[in-house]
């Protein structure tokens, strides 16, 4: 007998905003990206509590990645913030940082959430609009002649991740691999079937950061002891090689044969039956000319034996990950199928060498296209160098984005002070028929501004985490990193501003940032064109990558306020 | 599992005391940013209702981590030093019981399964892995430094400037120390006579005049111990016959280059004074004893294998492909009374008492051999091979179908390998038993489990290539001329097994035979083996050395001292800038004071351990008057030259008496460096730690049992 259990009815709760509990949660978030941010924030260590990996990290992928969360309103948050992680790679915890303190504010004001959201939105506008202007004064065109802003962008972005562990000196050494990549896999001509090759990473722990290279080509790890089981005594091909490529299993088993039975009369062996096939694919080979075999997955030992004996270098378990690289490398045709295949699906390679890094060997491709190279990244233990493959992959990422839109806006927490005082002054003057279509109040709307802006300064003031003061000046709105307890007037001479833009003569007046100041317009881009181009270093930020984190914060923020019941299922 | 040695401590127990003891400590200390900001910042949200299933947890550590890191190092204090005292690792759940004498064993017995205890773990495993040597030093050092840090913490340093500070300090500090690098050159005969020439050569003096007199006196006390020291090997030959003069100094340099290229493939990598690294085979001795660290005797058998291996050859050149520790083999003779250690060339392995009549059998006869790279069985397949379930085999008679199977095999297999006249098989894996006894009928050997690098020793010999299985048996896997011979250390009479070895023309491989009369300190002799194995290993890929028993260390603490005394703003300490760049300066006296603190402590329990001093803190105090030695000293870096190879000869003197030989104790340099830095690393992750999160449910409970105390917020 079947027993029947009874459906529970969904448990409906409204207004979840109000909940103590929510408001709790969205602390601890606050908190934890807030303590990350920038380069002294701090490490999570991120793991299952029982047993598993344990990630050290301060990197949004990592630390939103693995997180679980119980409540249905943290999960929408998190959901969008992953969802522009896995599309621009940078400024993650800008955004949660962002949308936690507009959200945590906005709660805060006796508005109702419509107006509310339809103000930000009119904000969100202003914002974007000024960002994307021809007058933004904390933007930087990329001059792609000059490799100088690609280098500040990529330091500025390996620096701000201190569990790679690293020295100035390590950083510039990683981003000068990084853009040297960039550059190299940026097609030298345009045209209709240009595409942007890739990179690929090697991770090695253990040696120092200095270590760490630049390949052009592809390399495949070579366990010692296999060495000389893999080269025919003839040594590696040496020129122009020809390359087949197989993704399909050499290992000789037997097909699968899903859940029927395949019955096989005494006497006859399958497993042989197979490895014949297989001898005579590799005859193909050696027919053919091809000098080295590439197997995603296993190849029989036998075949391997064949292959040897004939001077053809056979290497298997290469893995998914390489396989597309390697076809837009070689031009080879994955071979999919034990039959007879086209010689067109061969592919070709300029040279094939051994090299070693670290204790470790590999063998090394070399195409005659550009397309493809690899980063050698070394570092001490297992935790940074998984850390410093994520910041290098971001930095890879967010390289690509300027292809598209070659523009960078100023880091440090400048852009952010920046916008806000911009908006301050913005939101001074607002035409009262543009408040009527919003329906507020023009006190209503300085309400909501004032929110905006304290969010933005706030995302600023994440950077600081040992108890330092931020200041603004009032002149172009700029961070300013002092001691603590040290207001504008003792700032020190040395100071610059958090970009590197500004040093101390050219601000005149400061105040203590997200303090109530009087509303100033900050100078225009023509006004500050010549300080961009006299300095040496600044720090930059992917404006692509920021501007797409200021929407997705402030839609989400939306979405949330705009929640009025949770219904869920209890089943 | 129960620690228990002279401090007598149980893991378990040490970690809850600790833990308790830092609770209290961190209500205490509350004027500690870090971690009063969280706590005071965050109330602990009460831990959830009943029905929720999935749920983050953070815990806020404070410096916990810190505290964690210093409780599980503390363990490794009395492996510091030549004289280590072992631990007696009893297993609560097995009832079995281990002595231990490495930190590399004792990380295997500690519970490091929280967050911290994982990221210790990786930090010596890495080190492990490249170095083998040198675990003992980071696994120390995590420990004072975390400790040091706490203190820093507590001085109100901000983390951000600790971590850069700290950092910075180490990197200067490591630069510096280069000028105590002996390179191996130097050790020559007379050790005395080439200090004084290092000596000689300070940390500001430029490359080219510490290649000047390094080459010149690497030459000059080559020939000195060719005339003074009597007995020298017939195998000797200098490269070098004239004694270059100062002036041609370039054309020497390539001179030699030449030289050393035609005997030689591998060619040391850079500059031209590295070339000349040919010693004598007697100051290989040296080296050996010097890099012993109180193993002299596993030390004289890595030395005898390493002579052993050159012995054929006419030249002896200390290169870095002299000497790998993939080319050794180590043997255990059980209790065996006498005190047998030898070394010979070839594959040494003991056999039942049942292979004995085969064995005389094939004993001087040229043998045909298979390397098998993998089982020796039915059902072996190769890695990656999945056996289809689904297959059914169709016969008229399906009596024992398995039965069957396996015998066909057997006997096809026996076939082959008596067709292919195979004597011998060394197999990876495992072998069949039914196959094994076969084979010893038709007079041939199957020895299962041997290590890849024995297999590949064999293959580079003999040319035969490892196969998988026995139907790639071909002319190219068949080596010939492989010599069996009984040894004669090991009477089959006295036991149940019986010593063979393997011996093949031009072998590069050599096996260490080593007879314990104490079977629980096995494993620790093979602990020292490769370890004192890997020190000259590294000694050699490195091709130098730095003086040991603390003389870097102190000079490390001199040169921290010195920079204490004239602080400077440097270069940009970060990326971004901030107000922490500007306030270093400040800052920096207690930064270096603290990564001063590890290396003070790391001395003091040396000399104590060595049993110098009655305690640390005498050691202390001797410490802190070397300090002012050296600074009063117009070369500090000849005078900790000076002095350390006289003062560690003393210490050494009674321990080698024996030998009436002084011996200067010498460190490897790569393995030391990358220590102090792995170590370092560490703790600078775990302060900026701050909060561990726990994703997932699956340990709700226990976290809510811990979360009373106030630790964990949910989200």
Known sequence: MERVELKKPSLCTARPLTSASLREALRVMQMMVTSCYGPNGRLKQVHNGSGGCVTTTSHSSALLGGLSLSHPVLQVLVASIRNHISTFSDCGLFAAILCCNLLERCLRLPLSSHKMIRITKSLLDVCLTYLKSEDCACKVNVDFTHSRWLLDMTRSILASKPACMMTMKEVDHVSLLIVKSFLHKVPSESGPDRVLGRTLTVTIEGPSVMQSAFVPGMLIEVSPYSWSRLMPSSGPPSADVTLALFSVSLCGEFSDAGDGAVEVMAGVDPEKVILDELIVLGKQMVDDHVQILLCQKVIHPSLKQYLKERGVLAVDRIGAALMEPLTQMTGAQPIASLCPAPTTCYGRLRQISQVSYGNKQYLHLVPYETAVCSIVLCNRNETSVKELKRTCQTAEHTLNLLLKDPWLLLGGGCTEAHVAAYIRHKSLSVHSRYLKELGCTASEYKLVADCFCFAFEAAARSLEHDGGEVLTDLQDGHFWSVPPDIDGEHVDTKHVCGCRLLNKGDGPRWTVLGSPYEPFSPRNRTEISSLLLAKETLVLDSFTAKCNAIRVAVDTTGLILDVAYVIKDEN | ?715
């Not at chain 2, 892995?129 to 696994?139: D, I, M, N, P, S």
């Not at chain 2, 080439?194 to 300070?202: G, P, T, W």
């Open chain 2, 1 to 715: 599992m129960v620690i228990t040695n002279q401090d007598a401590v149980s893991s378990s127990a040490y970690r809850q005391h600790y833990c308790r003891n830092t609770g209290s400590k961190l209500c205490d200390g509350s004027h500690d940013n870090g971690v009063t900001v969280l706590q005071t910042t965050v109330p602990t949200v009460s831990p959830c209702r009943g029905d929720r299933t999935v749920m983050s947890a953070i815990k806020l550590g404070g410096h916990l981590g810190l505290i964690e890191l210093f409780n599980i190092s503390s363990s490794v204090k009395t492996f510091l030093g030549p004289q280590k005292s072992y631990k007696f690792i009893y297993d609560q759940d097995t009832q079995e019981s281990t002595l231990i004498c490495s930190p590399f064993r004792l990380l295997e017995s500690l519970d490091l399964s929280s967050a911290v205890g994982q990221l210790f773990n990786e930090t010596i495993q890495a080190h492990h892995k490249v170095y083998k040597t040198g675990t003992t030093t980071l696994f120390f050092l995590v420990g004072v430094w975390s400790k040091a840090v706490l203190e820093c913490l507590h001085h109100g340093v901000p983390v951000s400037l600790i971590v850069s500070g700290m950092q910075e300090g180490l990197n200067s500090c490591i630069e510096h120390v280069e000028a105590l690098h002996i390179p191996l050159y130097n050790i020559l005969g007379t050790k005395q006579n080439s200090f004084h020439r290092v000596s000689v050569v300070d940390g500001g003096s430029d490359n080219v005049s510490k290649t000047k007199s390094s080459n010149f006196s690497s030459s000059r006390d080559g020939n000195f111990g060719l005339e003074c020291l009597g007995h020298i090997p017939k195998t000797l030959k200098y490269v070098q016959t004239t004694p270059p003069s100062k002036g041609n100094l370039h054309s020497q340099g390539s001179h030699m280059n030449k030289l050393s290229r035609s005997r030689h493939f591998s060619m040391p990598k850079t500059s031209s004074f590295q070339n000349s690294s040919q010693i004598s085979s007697h100051s290989l001795e040296d080296l050996t004893q010097s890099l012993s660290h109180g193993n002299s005797e596993a030390m004289e058998l890595v030395e005898k294998a390493g002579t052993l291996l050159h012995e054929t050859a006419h030249e002896l050149f200390v290169t870095k492909d002299l000497f790998q520790a993939s080319r050794l083999n180590i043997c255990f003779l059980r209790g065996v009374p006498e005190v047998i250690s030898s070394v010979s060339f070839g594959y040494v392995t003991l056999l039942k008492q049942e292979y004995a009549t085969v064995v005389r059998n094939l004993e001087g006869k040229p043998l045909k051999i298979l390397l098998l790279d993998g089982d020796l069985t039915e059902i072996y397949r190769h890695l990656g091979f999945n056996k289809s379930a689904n297959l059914k085999s169709v016969s008229g008679f399906g009596v024992n179908e398995r039965r069957t199977w396996e015998d066909t095999w057997i006997s096809t297999a026996c076939q082959r390998i008596v067709e292919a006249n195979i004597n011998l098989i060394l197999v990876r894996g495992d072998a069949c038993p039914q196959l094994i006894m076969q084979c010893l009928n038709q007079n041939t050997l199957i020895i299962t489990h041997v290590k890849p690098n024995i297999l590949q020793a064999f293959s580079d010999c003999t040319g035969a290539e490892p196969v998988t299985y026995l139907t790639q048996i071909s002319h190219y896997s068949i080596g010939c001329e492989v010599i069996a011979k009984l040894c004669p250390q090991w009477s089959p009479e006295s036991s149940q097994t019986i010593a063979v070895n393997f011996h093949a023309h031009n072998i590069n491989l050599v096996t260490v035979l080593v007879s314990c009369r104490l079977l629980p300190k096995m494993q620790i002799i093979e602990d020292q083996f490769w370890a004192c194995t890997h020190r000259l290993h590294n000694a050699l890929l490195d091709q130098k050395v730095f003086p040991g028993g603390g003389a870097v260390e102190l000079f490390c603490l001199h040169y921290l001292r010195k920079l204490e005394g004239n602080l400077v703003n440097g270069g940009p300490h970060f990326c971004t800038p901030s107000w922490l760049s500007y306030s270093m300066v400040h800052y920096k006296s207690s930064i270096y004071q603290c990564l001063a603190k590890g290396w003070i402590l790391y001395i003091s329990t040396l000399l104590f351990n060595m049993g110098e001093y009655a305690s640390e803190f005498e050691a202390m105090t001797f410490i802190q008057k070397e300090l002012q030695n050296i600074g009063t000293s117009s070369s500090p870096s000849s005078y900790v030259f000076n002095e350390y190879s006289k003062k560690v000869e003393l210490i050494d003197d009674e321990k080698l008496q024996m030998h009436h030989r002084k011996v200067t104790v010498y460190d490897d340099v790569n393995p030391k460096v990358e220590a102090w830095r792995s170590a370092l690393h560490l703790v600078l992750t775990v302060l900026q730690s701050d909060a561990e999160i726990i994703t997932g449910s699956t340990q709700k409970q226990v976290i809510e049992g811990e979360s009373s105390s106030g630790n964990y917020v949910f989200l």
